[in-house]
Nanobody
Framework: QVQLVESGGGLVQAGGSRRLSCVAS???????????MGWFRQAPGKEREFVAA????????YYADSLKGRFTISRDNAKNIVYLQMNSLKPEDTAFYHC??????????????????WGPGTQVTVSS
């Protein structure tokens, strides 16, 4: 099974930017065992929230409506890395950010319960 490790979290001022990285232990684009990757976040006392995800075709990229235009998901398949570029950060973006992988059995990219594999997460704190 794939293992995921996030990095790049930290303290950033409101209006600033941060790029998170998620390194996978194996190829996520292996046609024999593909994974579709996503990012989620969870703030204290709140439910885990969908941020962004790839679909099964390269052109299919999905974002939470509230984050479109500020967050960008991308990947480097040669390095098995998925990125989350976060711009114009706001205090309400403060959360623990996780990357996750789902396989072909998943039916809803927005539902965190559909993702089988998770990284430990990285904390992002946005100060006002």
């Amino acid at each position: 099974q794939v293992q995921l490790v996030e990095s790049g979290g930290g303290l950033v001022q409101a209006g600033g930017s941060r790029r998170l990285s998620c390194v996978a232990s194996e190829r996520t684009d292996n046609p024999d065992n593909p994974y579709a990757m996503g990012w989620f976040r969870q703030a204290p006392g709140k439910e885990r929230e969908f941020v962004a995800a790839f679909g099964w075709r390269p052109i299919n990229i999905y974002y939470a409506d509230s984050l479109k235009g500020r967050f960008t998901i991308s990947r480097d398949n040669a390095k098995n890395i998925v990125y989350l570029q976060m711009n114009s950060l706001k205090p309400e973006d403060t959360a623990f950010y996780h990357c996750a992988a789902r396989d072909y059995t998943a039916s809803d990219y927005r539902d965190y319960r559909q993702y089988k594999y998770w990284g430990p997460g990285t904390q992002v704190t946005v100060s006002s």
